[in-house]
Each structure stands twice: as structure tokens, then as C-alpha cells.
């Protein structure tokens, strides 16, 4: 085939063709009759191309329709189709979320499952598993939209079949939009509900209560209200008939405004009790609603725990304040008397108290807790005034470690999660020689939470300060660091906490040379020598770090980079999951943003709503996932 340059090289008319040159009109005349050849020869090649594009066209629609074959028969040898429903569902169980109730959302599991194939979704509704949780959010359009709403949910309850069913309802505090065909599904099916999740407004709690009675929950187990009763028209939340479910194990109350110790519960077959601190404040339409705790004092928590002798998990707020014991109680025994609490293995606590007389009596004073496995601790001082300014107790008195000297028999916390402004480092240290057991430990800086940056100076007396002198410490024998002879003569027994794995610090003042140095000797003593292994290795790891460019305010480029590669030699070296977190150290640099309010449509309905809202999930393994 010519190439353009070798057609115009004969051409007669050639010397032309670069030049400005004007041909004449005979001229003219004779590169018109060269080109009448020319022409055809271009038009008999299109169509040669259009041909040829017909027929490159009806071979890719044969090979597209052959592959579909292909594919189609290839289908059906894939194994997933030789998987017996069982296994199947199974694997459909897996595909539900496990730190939220599953929503009513197409795209995700369970109600995407069902529109894969006919197969998919006869299975999948035929799995009452799948469908035991669902988090209900009220919608707001017509009358019709409700219904079809309400249709929805009804399918979804009756999917469970016989199963007790848990369910999670969100409602703004404020709101105004309709409820009642949510309540009236929710009411439908309350004789099968085992888990009810509250966090809805007082108008919705008001008119929930009144209709219903006591025989309205046969199955419920545990009751989890949020945000409730801070409104004009706020419903006594003590007199709720919910209180009265005869299978009722597990309470939990988020910022809702009761005194605990007068609900009207079971309280000797109660199993879990949860109060968390939380610290909120809610505005709408420039009505101001501030959310406080139910916070209790030391005597109270003392009441509380002898009236529930078979609670295995509680999350408890303690403050120093003058308030009378409800009258339908009798009262608590001294706190200078042993309490022996032999069920309770997850101990949440937030103190709020003053600490002003170290010898004051306080809540874990005397209190035997043989089965305790985890322990989390947080003295909180921004709820209180006076404890800001407040000095910590000395090392000896401090809280925790008075109760666990106290304990009868050896410790056996294996999780301990602990704020580091809650202690002295001192205290600290000698709460971790009476820990043996310890497999996770978390210190987290709730100064890095709230501002973003971790000051400069830390005083080991007002704080906990992990240095390079704490990971000398793991490493070395029980009877380096303890005075007198070990209590453990084991081998296992020679360090300090020989079972430690995981380790979360928030802030920390290590050096990359001692975190080294600490895995490299926790591995070496994990070997196993004589049958027996001196301490466990570490398997997690996550540690905060200044940066290593002390005149920048936030983490650079380049220690961003310093980290991930000093995470990348750590990793390689020791096989362990490590994390390395850059830590301001001067002040954050605040920005100011201001949000207008989207418009409400005239259709509104978001199935994620209220699963943003606070989460206290109180899981030991949940809290020390890392990223």
C-alpha cells in the first residue's frame, strides 16, 4: 500500500504542491482530470471499510454471544453453587454488620442478599438470624409513604420468625414528625422482642408507655434508653411498665435524667447495669437542652451492687455529692465492710469524686471482685470544678491500687484500660506488678482526644508518663523491681506482666531505639526454653510518638513518612501489628466552619440516623481494635 508521501511524490503536480504557486485555468483543468481516478479509488476503499467494519461488527456480536455462553456455563460450575444452604447461610450471617444493628438499607446486608438471584433471596428469608436486629428510624412524608414504611418493617419482624428480636429505635429528642406507625409495629410485636434500644423523645416515650402493660414484654432481656426525660413534658422515667419485663437481665441508661436505685427491676436477677458519663449539649430552634449523667455516689454504687448480687458487667459514674438514698431502699452497709461481688467480670468505672481526703472511703474500698477480668478506670475532672484543681492521691492511696491490694486472692484483670491523667506514674507502676494476668492495657490520653496536641511538660505526678524507663520495666524481673522475693516462683511469674500482647498508649516519650530494644527482648523471652516461655510476645502494638521535628505544630510530610517507615521495619522485624501515631506537641489550630441547616424534604427517611449518635460499646476485645 502507498504511503501519502510516496502518492504525492507522482504526482505530475508535485513541484506545487509546496509552493505558493497559482495554476493557470488549463492547468487547472489538468489536476481535475488527475483526480477523477483518485477519487474513485478513495470511494472504493470506504466502501471496502464499511465492509469490513460489517463484518468486524457480526464477529464481535458472534464472540460477545459466545463468551455469554461461556460465561453463562461457567456459572454453573462455580462452587458457591455446589454450597449447601446451610453453608450459605452461614456466610450470610457474616455479611451483617457486628458493631451497629443492620439497617433498612437496599445495599446492604441483609435486604442486598435478597437481590442478587430468586435462589439468594429464598434463602436469605428463610434465615431468621438475618434478620433478629434492625435499627428503625421515623420517616417523615404522606400518609401513603408512612404506610409503606410501617409494610416494611412488619416484613422485616416477620422474617424472624420465632425468634426474639432486637430492636433499635431512633427518634430526634425535639422532633415533631409522626411516630405512630412506628410505635404501632413496635407494640405489634413487643411479646417477641428480647433487646430494646431507646433514643427517642419524650413525646414518643410518653405515649409508648401508655400503651402498653407489664405482660407487654414476655422476652425482653435487656433495655437501653438514651437522651430521655429533659424536656417540659417529660415522662417519669421510673414509672415506665418496661421496668416491670419479667425476663429483664440488662439496663442501660445514656444522660437520662432518674434515679437509678428507684426503677422498679428485679434487681436479684439483673446481669448488666450501664451508666456511662457522657457530656452533651443539644440545641434546636434556639431551645437549649443540656444532657447531664446520672451520677452516683460511692454509698449509692455500694447499694446498687449488693442489690444485684448476680451482675456481671457494670458501668457506673462516681461523684462526691450530698444526696439522700432513695426511700424504698434500706440502706447500703458501711463501706468499710467487705462487699463480695463473685459474678462481676467487667467493671466500667468514671470518677468523678474530689479526692480531697485520700482516706475518704470509696467504692472499690473493701470490695472483692474474684472474678474481674476487665477493669476500665477514668477520673474525669472537667465534670467537676473542684477536681481540676485537685490533686491526685499519693501512690498508695490511689483507688485502683488500694483495691487491688486488697484482693484476697491473686488478680486476674487479663484487660485494663485506664486515662492517664486518672493516676500518678508511680501508682501506675505498682498497679501493674499486681497485675500477672494482664493481656491488654490501654492508656488513653483524653487531652489528645479533646485538644488535639499533647503539652510539652508532663509531670509523672499529675499523669501517667510512659518513657523509655516503663518499657525497662517489661522487660525485667519481678524480683529487680519488686522488693522481697517474688510472689510468683514460676518462671512465667519472674516479670512484670508476662502475659502482655497488647499494648495501646496514647501519648507516649519513647524512643524508637527502646521500643526496639523492649520487642526484640519480649521475643527473646517468649522463646520456649525448657518447656516453659518467660513472657509472651507482643502481638499489637500502638504508641503515639512526638514528632520527630520538634518545631512543627502538626505532624509533617516527613514524619509522616519517618513513621510509616519506622512501622515498616518494626512489622518486618518482630511479625507484630504495630501502629505508630504522630503527636502534636504545641497548640492545635483551630478553624471555624459554620453550617447552615440542609432543607427538610418533603420525604425524608435516613436508615442511618442515630447510629452516629455517642456509642459506648463496653466489648473488652471491641476496645482495643485498632486501625
Known amino acids: 500500500m502507498l504511503s501519502s508521501q510516496d502518492s504525492l511524490s507522482k504526482s505530475p503536480f508535485n513541484a506545487w504542491i509546496t509552493s505558493n504557486y497559482a495554476p493557470t485555468d488549463w492547468e487547472r483543468q489538468q489536476i481535475k482530470t488527475y483526480l477523477v481516478p483518485v477519487v474513485e479509488s478513495s470511494l472504493a476503499l470506504d466502501a471496502a471499510i464499511q465492509d469490513a467494519r460489517r463484518t468486524l461488527e457480526s464477529l464481535l456480536e458472534d464472540k460477545a454471544t459466545i463468551d455469554a455462553t461461556i460465561s453463562a456455563h461457567e456459572a454453573i460450575l462455580r462452587p458457591i453453587r455446589r454450597l449447601p444452604p446451610d453453608i450459605l447461610r452461614e456466610i450470610f450471617a457474616q455479611c451483617l454488620p457486628v458493631d451497629q444493628p443492620p439497617t433498612m438499607e437496599s445495599d446492604k446486608a441483609p435486604l442486598t442478599l435478597t437481590r442478587v438471584c430468586r435462589s439468594w433471596r429464598e434463602i436469605a428469608l428463610s434465615s431468621p438470624e438475618l434478620w433478629r436486629h434492625i435499627h428503625i428510624t421515623a420517616p417523615q412524608g404522606p400518609d401513603a409513604y408512612l404506610k409503606f414504611h410501617q409494610e416494611r418493617i412488619e416484613r422485616w419482624v416477620r422474617a424472624a420468625g420465632n425468634m426474639p428480636v432486637s430492636v433499635s429505635v431512633w427518634i430526634e429528642m425535639l422532633s415533631e414528625q409522626p411516630f405512630e406507625s412506628t410505635l404501632d409495629v413496635i407494640l405489634a410485636h413487643s411479646h417477641r422482642i428480647g433487646t430494646l434500644d431507646l433514643d427517642v423523645s419524650d413525646r414518643f416515650l410518653q405515649e409508648f408507655d401508655d400503651r402498653q402493660t407489664a405482660e407487654t414484654w414476655p422476652l425482653l432481656e435487656s433495655v437501653t434508653i438514651c437522651w430521655a426525660g429533659w424536656t417540659s413534658n417529660e415522662p417519669d422515667i421510673s414509672s415506665l411498665k418496661i421496668w416491670n419485663a419479667p425476663m429483664l437481665k440488662s439496663v442501660k441508661l445514656i444522660a437520662v435524667d432518674v434515679e437509678v436505685l428507684s426503677l422498679p427491676v428485679k434487681w436479684t436477677q439483673l446481669q448488666s447495669i450501664s451508666l456511662p458519663l457522657v457530656e452533651r449539649d443539644l440545641y434546636d430552634n434556639e431551645i437549649g437542652?443540656?444532657?447531664?449523667?446520672?451520677?452516683?455516689?460511692?454509698?449509692?454504687?455500694?447499694?446498687?451492687?449488693?442489690?444485684?448480687?448476680?451482675?456481671?458487667?457494670?458501668?457506673?459514674?462516681?461523684?462526691?455529692?450530698?444526696?439522700?438514698?432513695?426511700?424504698?431502699?434500706?440502706?447500703?452497709?458501711?463501706?468499710?465492710?467487705?462487699?463480695?461481688?463473685?459474678?462481676?467480670?467487667?467493671?466500667?468505672?468514671?470518677?468523678?469524686?474530689?479526692?480531697?481526703?485520700?482516706?475518704?472511703?470509696?467504692?472499690?474500698?473493701?470490695?472483692?471482685?474474684?472474678?474481674?477480668?476487665?477493669?476500665?478506670?477514668?477520673?474525669?475532672?472537667?465534670?467537676?470544678?473542684?477536681?481540676?484543681?485537685?490533686?491526685?492521691?499519693?501512690?498508695?492511696?490511689?483507688?485502683?491500687?488500694?483495691?487491688?491490694?486488697?484482693?484476697?486472692?491473686?488478680?486476674?484483670?487479663?484487660?485494663?484500660?485506664?486515662?492517664?491523667?486518672?493516676?500518678?506514674?508511680?501508682?501506675?507502676?505498682?498497679?501493674?506488678?499486681?497485675?500477672?494476668?494482664?493481656?491488654?492495657?490501654?492508656?488513653?490520653?483524653?487531652?489528645?482526644?479533646?485538644?488535639?496536641?499533647?503539652?510539652?511538660?508532663?509531670?509523672?505526678?499529675?499523669?501517667?508518663?510512659?518513657?523509655?524507663?516503663?518499657?525497662?520495666?517489661?522487660?525485667?524481673?519481678?524480683?529487680?523491681?519488686?522488693?522481697?522475693p517474688p510472689s510468683d516462683p514460676t518462671i512465667e511469674g519472674r516479670y512484670l506482666c508476662p502475659k502482655l500482647t497488647s499494648i495501646r498508649l496514647d501519648s507516649t516519650i519513647f524512643t524508637v531505639d527502646a521500643v526496639k530494644a523492649f520487642l526484640a527482648c519480649r521475643s527473646e523471652l517468649s522463646a520456649q526454653r525448657d518447656g516453659h516461655s518467660r513472657s509472651a510476645a507482643v502481638r499489637r502494638l500502638y504508641l503515639g510518638v512526638p514528632c520527630p521535628d520538634a518545631d512543627h505544630e502538626e505532624p509533617t510530610s516527613g514524619g509522616q513518612e519517618w513513621s510509616e517507615k519506622v512501622e515498616k521495619e518494626l512489622r518486618s522485624t518482630f511479625k507484630i501489628d504495630l501502629t505508630v501515631k504522630l503527636v502534636g506537641q504545641g497548640p492545635p489550630r483551630f478553624k471555624f466552619v459554620t453550617l447552615a441547616p440542609p432543607a427538610r424534604p418533603k420525604i425524608s427517611y435516613d436508615p442511618w440516623m442515630g447510629l452516629d449518635e455517642w456509642e459506648f460499646r463496653e466489648d473488652d476485645e471491641d476496645d482495643l481494635e485498632w486501625a
Open 289 to 484: 437542652v443540656a444532657a447531664r449523667e446520672t451520677l452516683l455516689t460511692h454509698e449509692m454504687a455500694r447499694l446498687l451492687l449488693e442489690s444485684a448480687p448476680l451482675l456481671s458487667s457494670l458501668h457506673v459514674s462516681i461523684a462526691d455529692e450530698d444526696r439522700p438514698m432513695p426511700a424504698a431502699h434500706p440502706v447500703p452497709s458501711s463501706l468499710n465492710a467487705p462487699c463480695v461481688q463473685a459474678h462481676l467480670t467487667i467493671l466500667y468505672l468514671d470518677d468523678v469524686s474530689v479526692h480531697s481526703d485520700s482516706n475518704a472511703p470509696a467504692l472499690l474500698d473493701n470490695l472483692q471482685l474474684p472474678s474481674l477480668r476487665t477493669l476500665h478506670y477514668h477520673l474525669d475532672s472537667s465534670q467537676n470544678g473542684e477536681t481540676s484543681f485537685a490533686p491526685l492521691p499519693p501512690s498508695n492511696m490511689n483507688p485502683v491500687y488500694r483495691f487491688l491490694v486488697s484482693q484476697a486472692q491473686p488478680c486476674s484483670i487479663t484487660c485494663w484500660r485506664i486515662t492517664r491523667h486518672s493516676m500518678q506514674h508511680s501508682a501506675f507502676i505498682n498497679c501493674l506488678k499486681l497485675m500477672p494476668a494482664l493481656e491488654r492495657l490501654y492508656v488513653e490520653d483524653e487531652q489528645l482526644q479533646d485538644l488535639g496536641f499533647v503539652p510539652q511538660v508532663v509531670d509523672p505526678y499529675v499523669a501517667i508518663y510512659p518513657d523509655d524507663s516503663l518499657l525497662d520495666l517489661l522487660v525485667q524481673r519481678s524480683d529487680e523491681t519488686l522488693s522481697g
